[in-house]
């Protein structure tokens, strides 16, 4: 073999080594998961449907969603970026273990608004009081839930009619819609006929501040209140 030869040999040589030890490299959109026809997303899919569980719902729960909520705190930063891209933000109280979406207020900006706070209606809002306090006297007496019958909710609000008051039967429908509304709202969660489950969430709709302002207005009797 001449000197030449040897050369080339080792030029080759080296140069297959290289191409060994520096795997080349794969554009970061190749490594993009493609779920459907067209599909131009780059979150894989497991925080893909968590940022669609959060604007679908009030909120994400880890009892609820236990595989859901690691996916999240896992891109808690990314699904963050992704909201704040629409002006919303992302809430996550790792106490209660719980995530929800706030609109992105502030001044001088023209946003869009796309979460509205809609006012509780005045049945509404003594049931959250009702259910609050509950939950409250249940944590602080190391009970793991906290529950509540129908007609625990229907008494406690019928207490607050007028004295004269005669159409009972169309309070009852009122307050049966209300009732319908925070589970609606995952207020509460009904476990059997009549009967509800508190849900922790009812912590962070009405902290301690709110609570003392919403029993003031109870007291100076407002017929309605935002929530």
Known sequence: ??????????ATTGTDAARGTFVETVAIEDDDEVLFAGDTGVLPFEARRVLALLLQRRYLSAAD??????????????????????????VVDRDYEIAYKRQVRSE????????????????????????????RQEQGSGTAAAFVDAEE?????????????????????????????????????????????????????????????LTAWLRADTPEVSA
């Open 1 to 10: 073999m001449t000197d030449l030869d040897v050369d080339e040999v080792e």
């Open 65 to 90: 969603h236990p595989a859901e909520w690691k996916h999240l705190l896992t891109h808690q930063q990314v699904l963050s970026s992704r909201l704040h891209d629409l002006f919303v933000e992302l």
């Open 153 to 213: 909710l229907t008494d406690y609000t019928l207490g607050f009619l007028a004295h004269d008051e005669t159409n009972l039967a169309a309070r009852r429908r009122e307050i049966d819609n209300a009732v319908a509304t925070l589970v609606r709202e995952q207020v509460l969660a009904e476990v059997a006929a009549g009967r509800y489950r508190i849900l922790p969430v009812v912590e962070i709709l009405l902290p301690v501040d709110r609570l003392a302002e």
């Open 108 to 135: 001088g900006l023209a946003i869009p608004v796309l979460l509205r706070d809609e006012p509780y209606k005045r049945i509404e809002t003594l049931l959250m009081l009702f259910v609050r306090n509950r939950f």
